[in-house]
């Protein structure tokens, strides 16, 4: 079983949709969580930071569920410069801390 | 601050050659890490630091070395390019273990042939 799931999509959606990405962990050694964005052929950039009382930053809002183990991301109104690939690492602790990132969630925004 | 930085940006070996990438950083971050990412994957940890003198195998260690001489550096070794080691390179810091932000270079593209 993996210790992060998260759906890979691609997620196509036009332009003024709302869309929204679940990463759900196990076992998951972190205390703080990040959701990341990466465009093709470039370095992971931190999107932005998820608190368990939810986290807003203009149309994008994302959460906490420690009890049910898993983050969320929300994207309001959707650009066409929202597509990219939207990552949710989590650390474990197995004897040596590692960070890992999983594939992602794809998103394409079409007009 | 310029955050991380990697360098070369771009490389082509020979199969058989060796070399180093090179990562710096100047954020005083403890945790310093390397990933691979091929085409349509995601990243895979190769080494990770958790500081100066310290260092451990991610998930695909083999054919790779890395030291950790100091808190701002940490350079990747390839021994002895193969094919199978063309990717890009990601070199990738954070404030300590689970906690804080990771922040990345702007990634090694490595072609061997």
């Known amino acids: 079983r993996k210790e992060v799931e998260q759906d890979p999509g691609p997620f196509n959606v036009p332009e003024g949709a709302t869309v929204a990405f679940n990463c759900t962990y196990s076992n998951s050694a972190s205390q703080s969580f990040f959701w990341y964005r990466q465009d093709c052929r470039k370095e992971p950039k931190l999107l932005m930071s998820v608190y368990s009382s939810g986290n807003e930053d203009g149309r994008f809002t994302a959460q906490l569920n420690r009890a049910s183990q898993y983050i969320s991301l929300l994207i309001r109104d959707s650009k066409l410069s929202d597509s990219a690939t939207y990552l949710c690492p989590y650390s474990e602790d197995t004897g040596g801390f590692k960070t890992i990132f999983g594939a992602g969630t794809r998103l394409f925004v079409k007009a | 601050n310029a955050g991380v930085t990697q360098t070369p940006k771009f490389q082509v070996l020979k199969t058989g050659q060796s070399m180093t990438l090179q990562c710096a950083q100047d954020m005083n971050h403890e945790y310093m890490s390397w990933y691979r990412q091929d085409p349509g994957m995601g990243l895979r940890l190769i080494h990770y630091?958790?500081?100066?003198?310290?260092?451990d195998q991610g998930e695909v260690p083999n054919g790779y070395n890395v030291s950790r001489s100091t808190t701002e550096d940490f350079p990747l070794r390839l021994l002895s390019a193969a094919p199978s080691q063309t990717s890009v390179y990601f070199c990738?810091?954070?404030?300590?273990?689970?906690?804080?932000?990771?922040?990345f270079g702007q990634g090694t593209r490595l072609t061997v042939v």
């Open positions: 990738a810091s954070s404030y300590s273990m689970g906690i804080g932000a990771t922040f």
């Open positions: 630091s958790v500081g100066a003198g310290i260092t």
